[in-house]
């Protein structure tokens, strides 16, 4: 009985302190990235890094105010990021509503075929889409073709996640709604969305990061017009010089909407993530 007691002394603490550690190790490198966008170029280039170097706001300024900002990108990745998210939310939540509540013959099957359309390397799709933008429909460089990639290419985790959180919502509320003569439309809206919005939260800002993140697709079929945010720091990276500098800069402004997204959802991520996990 002792030994055991001991046993769980230890747990107690080696693992908060192993969790504290791995967390840390995940954040070095982004306080180094937040910390190098602070310093001048030629302290940025250093090594070792010069830690104690004067800090300056001067490379955000550059990125806003240079001959190329990074204005129209950032404005491209919310356009695309945010619409694409809604358009995923309207098609994903009644397919999962079928599938979840409505006696749907082989569901099993449709939901094996949702993840099998994930299977597929995303360069392997690349000459195709490359294709048909360019010769076929003529909309190269365009942020339209963007959203209805990033829709497709989003749809079937949302499909996924959001049928495991319908799936826990009570049949009997949603029975007797139907029962005192409401719509289908109605009975999502006004019943079952209140009841998964923590799934609902978690499901758009896994899509609406995953939207926001994706480089390959929007590095191809576009060129200026078009260009998000993930490709024009790409642009910071040359063959004679990588400005280090504003390259963390730029990284820094791409990751605070994901970081401020995920801690204003937090409560919600937290709930939507568990909320089919125990039965």
Known sequence: MTHTWNRRRVAKIVIPLAA???????VIPILYMVLTSLHAPQDAQTYPPSWGAPLTL???????????????????????????????????????????IKPVRRWSDAMFFFLSTKMLPMVAGILPLYLFTTKVINMPDNVIILILIYTAMNLPIAVWMMRSFLVEVP??????????????????????????MPGVAATSLICFIFAWN???????????????GPVYVNTLIQTEHAYLAE???????ISLPVLIAGFAAQDKLVQ????????
Do not use: C, H, M
Request: charged share 10%.
């Open 247 to 253: 390259l963390a800069a730029g990284a820094t402004l």
């Open 272 to 279: 939507g993530l568990s909320l089919g996990a125990v039965k």
């Open 171 to 196: 049949t009997a509320i949603i029975e007797a709604a139907s029962i005192d003569g409401a719509s289908t439309f109605r009975i999502l809206t006004r019943i079952v969305a209140p009841i998964a």
């Open 214 to 228: 994706e480089q390959l697709y929007a590095k191809v079929l576009t060129s200026v017009a078009a260009q998000t």
């Open 58 to 100: 001067d490379n955000y300024a550059g990125l806003f105010s240079s001959a190329n900002p990074i204005t129209p990108a950032l404005i491209n990745s919310v356009i695309t990021s945010v619409i694409s998210t809604l358009l995923v939310l309207v098609l994903a939540i009644p397919a999962a509503y079928a599938l979840a």
């Open 20 to 26: 504290w550690l791995i967390g840390i190790i995940f």
